[in-house]
């Protein structure tokens, strides 16, 4: 391939990634890659159920490629790993896909998430194999805390990819769940920035929308800089302990899913670029 199988890779801290979530329901992929690169992303996040979706539809990795490749994009974030502890037949096929497209595309990492069956040593087990079979292809693995899960904070999901113990196993930090969940400052000040394989930013109001936990994620989330997280405190502790990669912008939101996508996409990166701004 050209460009951006390296690229996604070479992200860096200026660089901006379109989480798939936050154009929920737009199936039409070249408008979305389209509407990120106008904005200025470098990279944009797939949903595994949508890419075997279109792939159902006829479109084959190539038609991916050259869409990717005209508007100079890179595929950096698959969306998500499920049902690997124990790893399940849906589990297996996730992974297996997830492989494709790091082999294929050079995506940047896969997110897991739980819920998971046994002990911590049971998780680290299941995700260990996770971590293995992504790095043959140069896949990172980020495990992500929901609080809705048995994984429900920060400090339970270290606990299994520390004792993984993979290089490419690491974390997804989403500043919904650390600030929505259970806020562990004196967690984040401390982590290894080889741990921190993805950020997603977004913001919030200063109390939840509805009293539904999951409901209030899918549906209210904010743009960055627009609520009331401590945005810049969370950043900055990030980056005091060495992460130098992109960030990745995941808004959820019914309010902006009734807008146009490319409006969508350059308020998120107008906004996000500003709030990365002042941190320097």
């Not at 951006?4 to 979530?21: E, K, M, V, W, Y």
């Not at 849906?90 to 082999?103: K, P, S, V």
């Not at 819920?115 to 992500?144: H, I, M, N, Q, Y």
């Not at 994620?217 to 900055?236: A, E, W």
């Given at each position: 391939?050209?460009q951006?199988?390296?690229?996604?890779?070479?992200?860096?801290?200026n660089?901006?990634?379109?989480s798939?979530?936050?154009?929920?329901?737009?199936?039409?992929?070249?408008?979305?890659?389209?509407a990120?690169?106008?904005?200025?992303?470098?990279?944009?996040?797939?949903?595994?159920?949508?890419?075997?979706l279109?792939?159902?539809?006829?479109?084959?990795?190539a038609?991916f490629?050259?869409?990717?490749?005209?508007?100079?994009?890179?595929l950096?974030?698959?969306?998500?790993?499920?049902?690997?502890?124990?790893?399940?037949?849906?589990?297996?096929?996730?992974?297996?896909?997830?492989?494709?497209?790091?082999?294929?595309?050079?995506a940047?990492?896969?997110?897991?998430i739980?819920?998971?069956?046994?002990?911590v040593?049971?998780?680290?087990?299941?995700?260990?194999?996770?971590?293995?079979?992504?790095?043959?292809?140069?896949?990172?693995?980020?495990?992500?805390?929901?609080?809705?899960?048995?994984?429900?904070?920060?400090?339970?999901?270290?606990?299994?990819?520390?004792?993984?113990?993979?290089?490419?196993?690491?974390?997804?930090?989403?500043?919904?769940?650390?600030?929505?969940?259970?806020?562990?400052?004196?967690?984040?000040a401390?982590?290894?920035?080889?741990?921190?394989?993805?950020?997603?930013?977004?913001?919030?109001?200063?109390?939840?929308?509805?009293?539904?936990?999951?409901?209030?994620?899918?549906?209210?989330?904010?743009?960055?800089?627009?609520?009331?997280?401590?945005?810049?405190?969370?950043?900055?502790?990030?980056?005091?302990?060495?992460?130098?990669?992109?960030?990745?912008?995941?808004?959820?939101?019914?309010?902006?899913?009734?807008?146009?996508?490319?409006?969508?996409?350059?308020?998120?990166?107008?906004?996000?670029?500003?709030?990365?701004?002042?941190?320097?």
């Amino acid at each position: 391939m050209g460009q951006p199988t390296s690229q996604a890779r070479a992200l860096g801290s200026n660089d901006l990634i379109l989480s798939h979530f936050s154009l929920l329901g737009l199936e039409d992929f070249e408008r979305r890659v389209a509407a990120a690169a106008t904005a200025g992303f470098t990279g944009i996040g797939l949903f595994l159920g949508d890419y075997q979706l279109l792939r159902g539809q006829g479109r084959d990795d190539a038609w991916f490629e050259q869409i990717l490749e005209q508007h100079q994009l890179c595929l950096a974030e698959i969306e998500v790993l499920m049902d690997w502890c124990p790893l399940q037949e849906r589990g297996r096929h996730q992974l297996e896909l997830a492989c494709h497209l790091g082999e294929r595309f050079g995506a940047r990492h896969v997110a897991a998430i739980g819920p998971v069956a046994g002990s911590v040593a049971d998780a680290s087990k299941a995700f260990a194999t996770l971590c293995d079979a992504a790095r043959e292809v140069g896949l990172d693995v980020a495990l992500e805390h929901l609080p809705f899960t048995n994984i429900e904070s920060l400090a339970a999901a270290l606990a299994i990819i520390e004792g993984a113990d993979r290089s490419n196993g690491g974390l997804c930090l989403d500043t919904w769940h650390h600030f929505r969940g259970r806020v562990e400052w004196d967690v984040l000040a401390v982590l290894p920035a080889e741990r921190i394989k993805s950020i997603q930013l977004n913001d919030g109001p200063s109390e939840p929308v509805s009293a539904d936990y999951y409901r209030d994620t899918v549906r209210h989330r904010m743009i960055p800089g627009t609520g009331s997280f401590d945005l810049s405190r969370f950043l900055k502790s990030v980056r005091r302990q060495g992460y130098a990669g992109p960030v990745s912008v995941e808004v959820l939101s019914e309010d902006l899913w009734e807008l146009p996508p490319e409006r969508v996409c350059m308020e998120l990166a107008v906004a996000t670029r500003e709030l990365l701004t002042a941190q320097t």
